[in-house]
């Protein structure tokens, strides 16, 4: 009798400690499940830049109180002279099982340039957007989100190169409107926006609309987007529709070696550009790689007696990283018809430049 009573309280203990255990399992799983819903990551970035036989600072009319722009490439952001700033981004997350959103919020020079049509509180505001999964293959968002041509970003933290391309630079930087996207396959995708004109990230003043498209394939080894955009940009006055098509990808050749390609066309009524890089990376060491940005780019305008603008630059760049901190030595060289002066003040057609960018992420 008293052998059937221990063994009977032993049982009960048994499944009191095993109820408490899965209890204790489900509310650490429920409780980790909902934590990491959330996310927070970002970057903070500088960088020091100078010209190579060149002047940094011009004084044409021999006045210190009105000093004449420096040199620099024609593209965006690491165009300063000296030690300058960059911007810290931070990006707020939730993703559920069906909806999430993202802020994502910059601050500094690079920040400030990468939303120049927006004002007021919304000028710290680079994407804002909310998302649902319809079904696993169907996704709906809504919100300013960054462009999805070319392949180069805002973020430094998403190039190889420190500073950025003319086809960048001449590009759309972000969009505010509606994007269904398509899992087609495992490897085959598929998008279609309505959108505001280009980088009215705030609101649409001219009542006009863009239309968006894009055509992926991604596997283990690499990816190619085939990207499409047209519409009225809404600048006032009258306004010819704009189309853009834009081919982006990049392979893994090896374990060690790299390659990206770019390639670009826009035209409004006969005036336009077009343009094509290369990106090859090569891997040497484990905390450093190096890599080449060889870009042309042309600006063509349908008007008598202008010719067509032709530039080409080539960008060598290292990748030194030290945990989350990644230092960018950069050497760079822009070429076009007498578009630079030369230290004595002459028109040349090059001008050479050294960045060093710094960056880390969280």
């Given at each position: 009798m008293?052998?059937?009573?221990v ?21 650490q799983?429920?409780e ?5 819903n959330?996310?927070v ?11 190579i036989g ?17 040199q620099?490439?024609?593209t965006?952001?690491a ?17 559920g099982?069906?909806?999430g ?20 509180s919304s ?23 960054n ?13 190889f190169?420190?500073?950025t391309s ?11 409107g ?6 087609l ?8 926006a ?6 009215y ?5 001219f ?22 955009r ?13 189309f ?17 390609f ?7 009524d006969?005036?336009?550009f ?8 090569f891997?040497?060491?484990?905390s ?15 008007t ?17 990283d030290?945990g989350?901190?990644?230092?960018k ?15 004595d003040?002459?028109a040349?057609?090059?001008?050479s ?10």
């Open positions: 008293k052998t059937k009573t063994t009977t309280l032993f049982k009960k203990v048994c499944l009191f400690s095993l109820a408490l255990i899965s209890f204790s399992a489900i509310a799983e429920e980790k499940k909902w934590f990491d959330f996310s990551n970002g970057s903070v970035d500088g960088y020091f830049r100078t010209n060149a002047p940094n600072t011009l004084d044409l009319d021999n006045n210190p109180d009105t000093p004449d722009p420096f620099a490439p024609g965006s952001f165009n300063e002279s000296g030690f300058a700033l960059g911007m810290a981004n931070v990006i707020l997350g939730y993703e099982e069906k909806v959103f993202v802020a994502d919020l910059v601050y500094g020079p690079r920040g400030e340039d990468a939303v120049f049509n927006s004002v007021g000028n710290i505001v680079n994407q804002l957007y909310v998302y649902w999964n319809v079904t696993e293959k169907f996704k709906l968002t809504v919100g300013n989100f462009t999805y041509l070319g392949y180069e970003v805002i973020s430094p933290t998403g190039n190169n420190y500073s003319y086809m960048f630079t001449n590009g759309p930087f972000s969009h505010t509606l994007k269904a996207d398509f899992a396959s495992d490897q085959w995708s598929a998008m279609v309505i959108m505001n004109p280009t980088d990230t705030e609101n649409n003043p009542d006009t609309y863009i239309v968006g498209a894009q055509v992926g394939y991604s596997a283990d080894s690499g990816s190619a987007y085939l990207n499409f047209y519409g009225n940009e809404g600048e006032p006055g009258p306004s010819e529709p704009t853009q098509v834009d081919l982006t990808t990049g392979w893994d050749v090896s374990d060690k070696f790299y390659l990206g770019n390639g670009t066309y826009l035209d409004t006969g005036s336009g077009y343009g094509a890089a290369i990106y090859p990376q891997q040497l060491v484990d450093f790689a190096l890599g080449l940005r060889g870009e042309y780019f042309n600006t063509f305008v349908d008598d007696g202008v010719d067509d603008v032709d530039v080409t630059a080539i960008t060598l760049t290292g990748s030194y030290i989350n901190l990644t230092f030595p950069e050497f760079r060289l822009d070429s076009s018809e007498d578009a630079f002066l030369d230290k003040l002459e040349t057609s090059s001008l430049s050294f960045v060093l960018g710094a960056i880390y992420k969280f």
